[in-house]
């Protein structure tokens, strides 16, 4: 149980064109779900915080208008990298959390390489 | 500030056994975590502590002190797979998750 499973794996695009990656929660509901950045060799970067039907808590420094987040229902939630640029390129790991789970483990996704030309 | 301090290297032997330590400051605390990632792969959960103690699963154990705010993971009989960075994470009192920057751990024949 507790599977997360990310789309695209990875994905590489031309400077200016948007990127859309999905996090899905397969087998449970999550109410939270977290948006990392981790480029080579470092930690990851908590970008922004997901709830379920509101709008997503972005961390300082991080660009709202850039990176669009979406969290429409309890299993789905959407990165979109708009105008990507060659320092966008980088690891984009999704997490969730299980509103049931006892404790507040994150679960995470396979993460999505993303590489912009 | 939130603060999570682990080593950034560490090296050991095939069959030996290795540990890496945590230390943190977070405003607030509801437990700590430690995950294990390989390179290029997202991070998979190893242990979680809330309550002072050890904590033991097969090969891996962690422990914590939270009035020292210090934890540990303990690996065992180190196999050539265990070569991975080791994340160690703190949930602040908003349940945010506090990342170290990560150990890396090479593991020699």
């Known amino acids: 149980g507790a599977v997360v499973s990310q789309h695209p794996s990875r994905v590489i695009c031309k400077s200016g064109t948007s990127v859309k990656i999905e996090c899905r929660s397969l087998?449970?509901?999550?109410?939270?779900m977290f948006w990392y950045r981790q480029f080579p060799k470092q930690s990851l970067m908590l970008m922004a915080t997901s709830n379920e039907g509101s709008k997503a808590t972005y961390e300082q420094g991080v660009e709202k208008d850039k990176f669009l987040i979406n969290h429409a229902s309890l299993t789905l939630s959407t990165l979109t990298v708009t105008s990507a640029h060659p320092e966008d390129s980088s690891f984009y790991i999704c997490?969730?959390?299980?509103?049931?789970?006892?404790?507040?483990?994150?679960?995470f996704g396979p993460g999505t390489r993303l590489t912009v030309l | 500030g939130q603060n999570i301090d682990q080593p950034t290297e560490m090296t050991a032997t095939e069959g030996a056994i290795v540990q890496i330590n945590c230390t943190y400051q977070?405003?607030?605390?509801?437990?700590l975590f430690w995950y294990q990632q390989h390179a290029g792969e997202a991070p998979t959960f190893l242990s979680y502590?809330?309550l002072d103690g050890l904590e033991e699963k097969g090969r891996f154990s962690s422990f914590l002190s939270r009035s020292k705010g210090y934890s540990y993971l303990l690996l065992k009989e180190l196999q050539m797979k265990d070569s991975a960075s080791y994340l160690c994470?703190?949930?602040?009192?908003?349940?945010?998750?506090?990342w170290g920057a990560g150990t890396k751990l090479i593991i020699k024949p």
């Open positions: 087998d449970f509901q999550a109410t939270t």
């Open positions: 977070t405003s607030g605390f509801n437990g």
């Open positions: 994470a703190v949930s602040d009192s908003n349940y945010q998750l506090i």
């Open positions: 997490s969730a959390r299980d509103r049931g789970f006892s404790y507040n483990e994150q679960f």
């Open positions: 502590n809330v």
